[in-house]
């Protein structure tokens, strides 16, 4: 009896052995069908088989970015370094940009620096280093304003001075008539 149930279970597992290869084999046939490329320049484009790690992105200290933009404008020398990080090139531009226009125009800088913000996942001692700047970048845009302010607010003193001499005069031309 035992002998009988052991050939019945060795012939059903070499049935579904013998199956499933079967089955995996027309699975196979029928994506290399649809995957044989007529040209043979795709043939090149083909992955490769070797997966490569994953590796987390490189990310600059807040001191390399301080000493970047310490670089950018002027005054401050950097040892040149064989890493690139992520973010160097645009973090460097945006430094050189800041540093030539902040006082001239503070609502550009502004706007980049909120790109540059939104641009990468940066990690908290970048993101803020880059909230104080925008932090300096507010004030030198507030003191535009009130600078702005102030000019006009002179303009219209000078105007009324200005308007109050010519009655003067004319007081006195008609005093001497």
């Not at 044989?36 to 807040?62: D, F, G, L, M, W």
Request: hydrophobic share 35%.
């Amino acid at each position: 009896m035992r002998t009988r149930l052991i050939a019945i279970l060795c012939v059903l597992s070499s049935a579904v052995v013998l199956a499933g290869c079967e089955i995996n084999n027309t699975q196979k046939t029928a994506s290399t069908e649809k995957v044989e490329p007529t040209n043979t320049k795709i043939k090149s484009t083909v992955p490769n088989p070797k997966v490569r790690p994953k590796s987390e992105p490189v990310y600059p200290s807040a001191e390399q970015v301080i000493a970047w933009h310490a670089n950018q404008c002027g005054g401050f020398k950097i040892k040149p370094s064989t890493h690139t990080f992520l973010g160097e090139k645009e973090l460097k531009s945006f430094f050189n940009y800041m540093c030539l226009n902040t006082a001239s125009a503070p609502d550009e800088v502004m706007k980049k620096l909120q790109k540059l913000d939104l641009a990468y996942f940066w990690p908290d001692p970048i993101k803020q280093y880059l909230w104080l700047q925008k932090q300096h970048v507010t004030r030198q845009i507030n003191a535009k304003k009130e600078q702005q302010a102030l000019n006009d607010k002179m303009q219209q003193t000078l105007s009324s001075l200005a308007t109050i001499e010519q009655q003067l005069l004319l007081r006195e031309d008609t005093k001497e008539q």
